[in-house]
């Protein structure tokens, strides 16, 4: 009996690494190839579209758009609306989440029933555009921010986790006369630092992937995101993908790699925040998951 259980458990072993395994080839192949044809010239890729290694050297794609000004304009906006809005999108979240979860604010199942009402009804994109219309905020980054200061699905999550924090402590600190904002901010907040982070990880790669509200508020190019931008090359210049002879214009720089070397430059730095995140990102959600 021993023996058919051992040799259970390693049938089920070698079927989720192989399942993981192909799960993972999968996930990193379309990033190596599109970092492998950013790396190439156009004729290499056309010889080999699947690539994985470039088989030669070409940065002339990278310089292309470091060189252009418009890639630095929109990199900052990416960046302003990257950090600036997740950091009032914590602080909101925080903000709203606390009061009801700790604060015994009058009213507070309705508000909550109003707030997660929205995860099933919004007000719609027309006259969402006229509120901000109407607020001034049109062809602004404020336009791109406002609109989604405040996650549901994140806001649960945090006061969900308020809820476990022991009563006692606040208790403690308030015989001593803090306020609620000492409170939150030196022992509540402190508490939820994992959490925070993957709030933080969640609200930040939405505002870097911020598309739909770039596209809709912004007109002016200076003001453009890297996602704006991104489609912009993408959706641009298709005459050059006529040339039936690539390597008679080796010199040319075609819309193919100009795409992958702006995909590369615009994942970049959530690749590389990422690690440095993923040891509370299983931890924060797990701890926002269960009431106690």
Same mark, same amino acid.
């Given at each position: 009996m021993q023996i058919r259980i051992a040799s259970a458990e390693r049938l089920f072993d070698w079927t989720n690494y192989t399942l993981l395994s192909l799960l993972g080839i999968v996930t990193l192949y379309p990033i190596l190839n599109v970092l492998a044809i950013s790396m190439s010239s156009y004729a290499a890729y056309v010889n080999s579209p699947l690539m994985v290694l470039p088989s030669e050297l070409n940065w002339d794609a990278y310089k292309q758009i470091f060189a252009n000004k418009l890639l630095l304009t929109s990199y900052r906006n990416t960046l302003l609306v990257c950090l600036g809005g997740t950091l009032l999108n914590v602080t909101v979240t925080v903000l709203t989440a606390y009061p009801l979860a700790k604060a015994k604010v009058r009213g507070d199942r309705a508000i909550m029933f109003f707030i997660v009402f929205t995860m099933l009804f919004s007000g719609g994109m027309i006259p969402t555009f006229l509120v901000v219309k109407g607020l001034h905020l049109y062809n602004s980054l404020w336009a791109v921010v406002l609109p989604t200061l405040i996650s549901t699905y994140n806001f649960i999550i945090v006061r969900t986790f308020f809820e476990t924090i022991p009563d006692s402590l606040e208790e403690s600190a308030k015989i001593d006369g803090a306020g609620h904002m000492y409170v939150l901010f030196k022992i509540v907040v402190p508490l939820s630092l994992p959490l925070m982070a993957t709030i933080c990880l969640f609200y930040g790669v939405a505002n870097w992937n911020r598309f739909f509200e770039a596209m809709l508020y912004l007109n002016d190019r200076d003001k453009w995101t890297l996602t704006i931008l991104l489609r912009e090359i993408i959706t641009e210049n298709t005459d050059l993908f006529?040339? @039936? *002879? %690539? +390597? +008679? *214009?080796?010199?040319? /720089? =075609? %819309?193919?790699?100009?795409?992958? +070397? @702006? /995909? &590369?430059? @615009? &994942?970049?730095? &959530?690749?590389?925040? =990422? %690690?440095?995140?993923q040891k509370y990102f299983i931890k924060g959600i797990m701890l926002g998951a269960v009431k106690q």
């Amino acid at each position: 009996m021993q023996i058919r259980i051992a040799s259970a458990e390693r049938l089920f072993d070698w079927t989720n690494y192989t399942l993981l395994s192909l799960l993972g080839i999968v996930t990193l192949y379309p990033i190596l190839n599109v970092l492998a044809i950013s790396m190439s010239s156009y004729a290499a890729y056309v010889n080999s579209p699947l690539m994985v290694l470039p088989s030669e050297l070409n940065w002339d794609a990278y310089k292309q758009i470091f060189a252009n000004k418009l890639l630095l304009t929109s990199y900052r906006n990416t960046l302003l609306v990257c950090l600036g809005g997740t950091l009032l999108n914590v602080t909101v979240t925080v903000l709203t989440a606390y009061p009801l979860a700790k604060a015994k604010v009058r009213g507070d199942r309705a508000i909550m029933f109003f707030i997660v009402f929205t995860m099933l009804f919004s007000g719609g994109m027309i006259p969402t555009f006229l509120v901000v219309k109407g607020l001034h905020l049109y062809n602004s980054l404020w336009a791109v921010v406002l609109p989604t200061l405040i996650s549901t699905y994140n806001f649960i999550i945090v006061r969900t986790f308020f809820e476990t924090i022991p009563d006692s402590l606040e208790e403690s600190a308030k015989i001593d006369g803090a306020g609620h904002m000492y409170v939150l901010f030196k022992i509540v907040v402190p508490l939820s630092l994992p959490l925070m982070a993957t709030i933080c990880l969640f609200y930040g790669v939405a505002n870097w992937n911020r598309f739909f509200e770039a596209m809709l508020y912004l007109n002016d190019r200076d003001k453009w995101t890297l996602t704006i931008l991104l489609r912009e090359i993408i959706t641009e210049n298709t005459d050059l993908f006529s040339s @039936t *002879d %690539p +390597a +008679a *214009d080796s010199g040319r /720089i =075609y %819309p193919k790699t100009l795409q992958c +070397a @702006t /995909i &590369i430059v @615009t &994942i970049l730095p &959530i690749l590389f925040s =990422y %690690p440095f995140l993923q040891k509370y990102f299983i931890k924060g959600i797990m701890l926002g998951a269960v009431k106690q």
